[in-house]
Nanobody, 115 residues
């Protein structure tokens, strides 16, 4: 069974940076694509950044130029580098990975940005 574990969340002041990690285990296959999502209190979950199967990347307009998604050197590891954080970036951040035709979710990591 594939499991995704996010880490790296925490409390940071506005303007600061955090790097989130997502590690997949329980499979010998590489993921096809990975997305970072976030869900703020009272809001719907939204896609923040995606690493596609062709290694292209996509970002939500709200994070373009501030967030970077990248593949780690270790197998099935993905990072989300978040710079110039704003209070509105406060949310639980989730990793979603596609393996073949099935996708999996992690349990999330909380990011809190104070003003």
């Amino acid at each position: 069974q594939v499991q995704l574990v996010e880490s790296g969340g925490g409390l940071v002041q506005a303007g600061g940076s955090l790097r989130l990690s997502c590690v997949a285990s329980g499979t010998s296959f590489n993921f096809n694509a990975v997305g970072w999502y976030r869900q703020a209190p009272g809001k719907q979950r939204e896609l923040v950044a995606a690493l596609n199967g062709d290694s292209s990347t996509d970002y939500a307009d709200s994070v373009k130029g501030r967030f970077t998604i990248s593949r780690g050197n270790f197998k099935n590891t993905v990072y989300l580098q978040m710079n110039s954080l704003k209070p509105e970036d406060t949310a639980v951040y989730y990793c979603n990975a596609l393996f073949g035709l099935a996708d999996y979710w992690g349990k999330g990591t909380l990011v809190t940005v104070s003003s």
